[in-house]
């Protein structure tokens, strides 16, 4: 079976810190991977997609990037950390054919002080 | 322009039926998923429409019409644990990326 993994859990940084979130998928191959953010009290954002290695779609203008140095993980950074970058941030992965529905991992919580 | 709505709060009683709508306005339409999200946690897949009509899985359902851009999840014989936020997302043509509503919070009281 698939199972997506995010760490770390919580991340308390300060202002102009940098960033790494990782995110990685066990039991399939050539995923789509994701990167949301989820503000306090609103929706899901979409930040970054992949189809593939090396293959990045960024989706919203801000001082977050995103690499995918293998298959099956993705990682997301910021080399200073903003105030406004505190949320909830999610990893997703879908598969090719069916529903392709998304499948999400635990979240990283990110408080920016 | 692309635009999900949905309300932004619900309550209901244990026991009860529940329905949650939510409207969509997008530019081109390839499937509609609702997910379920409790507090401090990742959402979790509940259904998927991409035809006109109802899909029921248990106590959960949902509808989709597409010429009135319009879905509905309908939680049936309603539990405490069905408090969460419950996200509408629709998908587009040629795409695999969702795009989410704000959710709906459902409180559920004894």
């Known amino acids: 079976s698939q199972t997506i993994h995010q760490w770390p859990a919580t991340l308390v940084q300060p202002v102009g810190s940098p960033l790494s979130l990782e995110c990685t998928v066990e039991?399939?191959?050539?995923?789509?991977l994701y990167w949301y953010r989820q503000a306090a009290g609103r929706g899901l954002q979409l930040l970054f997609y992949?189809?593939?290695?090396?293959?990045i779609s960024s989706e919203v203008p801000q001082n977050l990037s995103a690499s995918r140095p293998q298959d099956r993980q993705f990682i997301l950074s910021s080399k200073k950390l903003l105030l406004s970058d505190s949320g909830f941030y999610l990893c997703?992965?879908?598969?090719?054919?069916?529903?392709?529905?998304?499948?999400f991992g635990p979240g990283t919580r990110l408080t920016v002080l | 322009g692309q635009n999900i709505d949905q309300p932004t709060e619900m309550t209901a009683t244990e026991g009860a039926i529940v329905q949650i709508n939510c409207t969509y306005q997008?530019?081109?339409?390839?499937?509609l998923f609702w997910y379920q999200q409790h507090a401090g946690e990742a959402p979790t897949f509940l259904s998927y429409?991409?035809?006109?009509g109802l899909e029921e899985k248990g106590r959960f359902s949902s509808f989709l019409s597409r010429s009135k851009g319009y879905s509905y999840l309908l939680l049936k014989e309603l539990q405490m644990k069905d408090s969460a936020s419950y996200l509408c997302?629709?998908?587009?043509?040629?795409?695999?990326?969702?795009?989410f509503g704000t959710g709906t919070r459902l409180q559920v009281f004894p």
């Open positions: 997008t530019s081109g339409f390839n499937g």
């Open positions: 997302a629709v998908r587009g043509l040629s795409t695999d990326k969702l795009i």
């Open positions: 039991g399939t191959s050539n995923p789509n």
């Open positions: 992949s189809v593939g290695i090396g293959q």
């Open positions: 997703a992965w879908s598969g090719a054919g069916g529903t392709n529905e998304q499948f």
């Open positions: 429409n991409v035809l006109d």
